[in-house]
């Protein structure tokens, strides 16, 4: 059964909701359902661990799964995580005489444990510091540090001895930086002292003596580089340099050498607090860091590390993350209480630690997210720390030990991005969500629309699940045609061959726009073939006509599409539209109802099918003898004049249809040598009626011998 207090601690924590606010429902994204069948799980959960510490906790560490405890009655607990009944204890008191623990150092690997001792009162006795290594169980003294005050350690990242620390920096109260290695050397008679090597490197406040907070140092990789940052409570320095000789020891005095004749440079901030707290996010374990954060009384100063750090900076995008002011309860927090003790950074967050609450805010847009009130069940709370290998966030009171566990860090990380306008980003981190994925879209467009870059807004626009219609009028209410094509065009692309009701109004709707652009040009100049706008604007519809899913639906709705373009007059490219779909037929029809004769002829002669000369050949005889004859003289032997009979016959009313019609039977006859009797029996009662003169001719020319009485 679940005990009080572990329902307690659950209700007492609070997480801002986690979705998003639905959107407008006149730009929706309809066609998804967004349920949840169940709470979602807050992005920080705190877990108690089963664990009762004899005495008082007064300093934590972790690293690499092994937690050190060291407690108020001078013993330190040595517990590793993957096998946490196994405990071992080891007691210092001896070391402890007349002094008191103010730090507690472990590398990243776990293996180093370095303890800092302070007088409890006054300067005597002298400071000392001590060693413990992982297998050990008796600290051993670091006598060359004896009498310093060591405030902050600079692990060796690129460590990975068990024995040896590598060189490391080491910061003191005075603001005296040390580098020493330390080895564990098993192997020695006379192990006099631990210290390979130790020397002073730098002095950051030779007048001022300010107690270093905070000191680390990285190499920046596939580079000789490297950055060193060093903090006080109210200044962080940065040292940059390159390390030629990586033999050489100490290995980074190399650096601190080109700033020790110079004019120092900091950042400072204002700051009551006795103390101000250094913290860095590695993305991969022991690898470079992505992001620092640095507290004082004003707030969190958080900053990028520029993988291609300047000569005097590698602290990029500075933003103050202040301390929230107000609960997610809705109260108001004293502002004596407002100041955390300590932080830590997580990829998108950063856990702030007071002294009865943890409170976690977001590093994209510095709003609450997440809180956490304890109770005084276990006492106050002390520290929050996190394992540098494994992530794992650790918090302790003055009796009880918690680990947070961490779900889906990321999951609102989209919809930071997106109310920010970084929409590459946002669409990056929707995961494949397809309803996060289109609001994205759907706010990237919004905003191109309103900065009027109305083409991408419409290439975007048409990704989205918004309403077609309500788009569409966005963009006709702004006059926007070009866009709304764009739109139009690319929503054509993405839909399926049986949405074929929306691709047909979709193309009809497209060939209207372009219908009356070219329109407007045709009336303002008569020369608009020679107009570059005219031009650009028919090869983009040429181009639309040739696409797959158009040409498809075009011709299955010939009709509709003729009709359209008669409308406007656009013969040039009802033309073309005929030859594209060899339709000549609907375009002849169509250009003999509008008594466009010449246009239908021109039709006629552009295609190949010889039963459309027969069908439409009397129509055009009677309104254009001339050129219909001389067309169908073009085609030679392509045609039957048997088959054109009854066109030419009811042809040879009037003297001039006549005349033409006679050319075309002295063609069949002369040239053609038809031996066909119909055409023979038309030329001769066409030449007895119009042309006396040429019977004779005609008769000579095909063998017929008689003597006039």
């Known amino acids: 059964m679940t005990s009080i207090i572990d329902q307690y601690e659950k209700a007492s924590q609070r997480s801002k909701p986690s979705g998003p606010e639905p959107m407008r429902p006149d730009i929706s994204t309809a066609g998804f359902i967004q349920m949840k069948l169940q709470d979602e799980e807050p992005i920080f959960i705190r877990q108690r661990v089963n664990f009762r510490p004899p005495d008082n906790i007064l300093h934590l560490a972790v690293s690499s799964n092994l937690i050190i405890i060291a407690m108020a009655n001078n013993v330190i607990l040595r517990i590793d995580v993957k096998n946490p009944e196994k405990k071992e204890e080891i007691d210092v008191s001896k070391c402890m005489s007349q002094m008191k623990m103010s730090g507690l150092f472990l590398d990243p690997l776990g293996n180093h444990l370095l303890l800092a001792l302070t007088p409890k009162n006054g300067e005597s006795p002298p400071s000392e510091f001590f060693y413990l290594h992982k297998t050990a169980n008796k600290l051993k003294p670091a006598g060359k540090f004896r009498g310093h005050e060591i405030t902050a350690v600079g692990w060796n990242f690129s460590n990975t001895s068990d024995t040896t620390t590598g060189p490391i920096l080491l910061g003191t109260s005075k603001g005296l930086i040390f580098e020493t290695e330390i080895t564990l050397d098993v192997d020695k008679i006379f192990n006099t002292s631990l210290e390979q090597y130790w020397k002073q490197v730098f002095d950051i406040g030779e007048h001022s003596k300010p107690p270093i907070t905070g000191i680390a140092f990285h190499k920046v990789p596939y580079t000789d580089k490297y950055v060193i940052i060093v903090t006080t409570k109210i200044r962080i320095y940065q040292y940059i340099g390159s390390v030629t000789n990586a033999q050489e020891k100490p290995l980074l005095q190399q650096i601190f050498s080109r700033y020790l004749n110079v004019e120092e440079r900091f950042s400072q901030l204002e700051n009551s607090l006795p103390y101000s707290r250094m913290q860095f996010y590695y993305p991969v374990a022991k690898g470079y860091p992505k992001s620092f954060g640095w507290l004082t009384e004003t707030g969190v100063l958080y900053a990028e590390v520029s993988p291609k750090p300047a000569p005097d900076n590698v602290l990029i995008n500075q933003v103050m993350l202040y301390s929230p002011e107000t609960s997610l309860s809705g109260s108001t927090v004293s502002t004596s209480h407002n100041v955390p003790i300590n932080f830590i950074l997580t990829k998108f967050h950063a856990l702030l630690l007071y002294s009865d609450h943890v409170k976690g805010i977001s590093l994209l847009n510095q709003e609450l997210i997440f809180e956490d009130i304890y109770n005084d069940t276990f006492g106050k709370l002390v520290n929050i720390t996190k394992d540098p290998i494994t992530g794992a966030i650790w918090a302790h009171t003055e009796r009880a030990l918690f680990k947070y566990k961490v779900t889906r860090e990321e999951r ?122 005219y031009m650009e604007l028919q090869k983009q519809f040429d181009s639309f006509l040739c696409i797959p899913v158009v040409e498809e639906c075009i011709k299955k709705n010939l009709s509709t599409i003729y009709n359209l373009m008669a409308s406007h007059g656009d013969k040039d490219n009802l033309i073309r539209l005929t030859i594209m779909h060899r339709n000549y037929e609907e375009v002849i029809r169509q250009h003999l109802y509008k008594n466009n004769y010449l246009e239908a002829l021109e039709v006629l002669k552009s295609q190949g099918n010889r039963n459309l000369f027969y069908h439409f050949a009397g129509a055009l005889l009677q309104e254009l003898p001339k050129p219909t004859v001389a067309a169908i003289i073009s085609k030679g032997s392509q045609l039957q004049p048997s088959r054109l009979l009854p066109a030419l016959v009811s042809c040879d009313s009037d003297e001039k249809h006549a005349k033409e019609v006679i050319k075309y039977l002295e063609f069949c006859v002369y040239k053609q040598s038809c031996p066909d009797p119909a055409i023979h029996n038309l030329l001769l009662s066409l030449y007895a009626k119009y042309k006396q003169d040429e019977v004779m001719r005609y008769i000579g020319s095909q063998g017929i011998k008689f003597t006039i009485k």
């Open 412 to 533: 609102n990380v989209w919809q930071v991005y997106m109310d920010k306008r970084e929409f590459e980003l946002a669409k990056q981190y929707c995961k494949g969500n397809p309803a996060h994925i289109d609001q994205v879209l759907v706010k990237e467009a919004e905003m191109l629309f309103k900065e009027k870059d109305y083409e991408k807004s419409a290439l975007i626009y048409a990704d989205t699940h918004s309403s077609f219609e309500e788009i569409s009028l966005k963009f006709l209410q702004e006059c926007q045609i070009e866009a709304l094509k764009t739109f139009l065009k690319k929503k054509l692309e993405g839909l399926r061959p049986q949405d074929k009701t929306q691709i047909t109004m979709i193309v009809v709707w497209v060939v209207e726009l372009f219908m009356n652009q070219m329109g407007v040009l045709r009336n303002d100049q008569t020369s608009h073939l020679h107009n570059p706008k």
